[in-house]
């Protein structure tokens, strides 16, 4: 058979074109929008309307105003360090490699904004120890003095985004009518609404949960970028555009979308179970700002620990290990407070009740009350051992979790922007209102009539209980 005699249909694979640039565009499920990976240009599906760009910049070499810059590049791990020429870059920040080379700045540095370090490095510093200290178990080496002097400030490259979205929430809600029964309802709406500059980090060097962690910034301190900020500190120029970040930046946008869709109905539903069954996100624009972060790293047991510092606000998020020896012994220190209070409490409790013995004579009183003392100091003992035990099983848990999630919507939502919200709610049924049963724990209706329980009910209920 000859395979050039088939007819090929060539429409078949034809890609759809970025009426811009004429490349090759793909849909993106996160945005629900087609992107062009090339110059950044995003399209409505249907009808290839352009709903803003989201393309790379400064991909040119250096012009003249970056001449009194300098990169140092790290030959371990390959971050780059842009410094004023009066500032000597001694180790990388990122891996503590003392290996860095010199080179001429290969492509443009010129964010947009910046905002200036407000937080010194003894501040810095000082605000990471209190930090720790709410962190039960971190060994030694992380207060080292030594440790701690490598701290180093750097200006972080961020993509500040601002984004019309619109999502559409579904989900369940009920409404309690306080008699026994639970009205349920279908949550259909369609939420539009704005962010503005929320904030992605542009460098792979950098952990991005350990950004957020350290949000928000105070963008009313934001100011036009300029060379006289940078002196004394480093600067990490991007090497993730905001066209690399499109899927986390719609993952985030999603997430804000299903919040505000939560905070909607929390006023009209009970116990409302909140998803989004899609989201969209338009007119996509970005500004490049340098923000201010203290920056440290360090190495426990072959291990790198990063710990960030906000060079504005002082907030401290790092990602650090746990002695469970420490721990269990600092939790042991901190409840034998209750020592010393209960041994007074045993005391007073076996000489009052041992004192009618002293009719008898003492020996019969301090026999008595040895008893008392140990049958107290036992009983104590069953309490006080199982409390540490808690404490430090919820210490472990809570340590293991160091770093803060990102701000809600609340903190990017553009409130000069319009809120629309299209309602679609519909009733399902009524049922019976479900109450936690005290001894199972478990779930059980509520009989009730007219507010008060009867034979019949206690009998189902009890039935309830068995099954």
């Not at 036992?378 to 035990?389: D, E, R, S, Y």
Request: with cysteine; proline share 4%; aromatic share 12%.
């Amino acid at each position: 058979m000859d395979w050039n005699d088939d007819p090929v249909d060539v429409g078949a694979t034809a890609s759809a074109k970025c009426p811009n640039c004429a490349s090759n565009i793909f849909f993106n499920e996160k945005i629900g929008r087609l992107v062009c990976n090339f110059c950044g240009g995003i399209y409505l599906p249907e009808t290839l309307e352009p709903t803003g760009n989201i393309g790379n910049r400064d991909v040119e070499d250096a012009g003249e105003e970056e001449s009194n810059k300098q990169e140092f590049v790290c030959d371990s791990c390959g971050a780059t360090l842009v410094t004023d020429y009066n500032t000597a870059a001694t180790f990388c920040a990122f891996c503590g490699s003392p290996t860095l080379i010199k080179r001429r700045l290969s492509r443009q540095f010129r964010p947009d904004l910046i905002i200036p370090f407000k937080v010194s490095k003894e501040e810095a510093i000082n605000n990471y120890r209190e930090w720790l200290k709410t962190h039960k178990g971190v060994p030694k080496a992380f207060r080292d003095d030594s440790v701690l002097e490598k701290i180093t400030g750097f200006y972080v490259p961020f993509w500040l985004i601002d984004a019309d979205c619109s999502t559409i929430i579904t989900g369940n809600g009920q409404i309690d009518d306080k008699e026994g029964t639970v009205a349920n309802f279908f949550i259909d709406r369609t939420i539009n609404f704005q962010v503005k500059r929320v904030p992605f980090d542009g460098c792979k060097k950098i952990s991005d949960l350990l950004m957020e962690a350290i949000e928000p910034f105070n963008y009313d301190e934001l100011v036009p970028y300029n060379d006289l900020y940078l002196p004394g500190h480093y600067a990490q120029r991007y090497d993730k555009s905001a066209l690399d970040m499109v899927d986390l930046i719609g993952i985030r946008l999603n997430t804000y979308a299903v919040n505000l869709g939560k905070q909607f109905t929390a006023s009209e539903y009970e116990n409302t179970s909140i998803s989004s069954k899609g989201s969209y996100a338009d007119n996509f624009s970005q500004l490049y700002a340098m923000m201010p972060v203290w920056f440290l790293n360090v190495k426990y047991k072959d291990q790198k620990y990063s710990i960030a510092v906000n060079g504005q606000t002082g907030e401290a998020a790092g990602s650090l290990p746990v002695t469970k020896g420490n721990v269990f012994l600092k939790t042991f220190l901190d409840s034998s407070i209750l020592i010393p209070i209960y041994i007074i409490f045993m005391t007073l409790i076996s000489a009052l009740a041992s004192s009618f013995t002293l009719v008898n004579g003492s020996e019969y009183f301090l026999t008595a009350f040895s008893i008392m003392m140990a049958i107290l100091g036992a009983g104590g003992l069953c309490i006080f051992i199982p409390l540490v035990i808690v404490r430090y099983l919820e210490r472990i848990k809570d340590d293991s979790i160091t770093l803060d999630k990102a701000p809600d919507v609340e903190e990017y939502l553009n409130y000069k922007g319009k809120i629309d919200m299209t309602k679609r709610d519909s009733f399902s049924h009524m049922s019976v209102k479900l109450e936690e049963n005290e001894e199972y724990g478990a779930l059980r209706p509520k009989y009730t009539v007219g507010g008060r329980r009867t034979i019949l009910h206690y009998i189902v209920e009890k039935l309830m209980e068995r099954s």
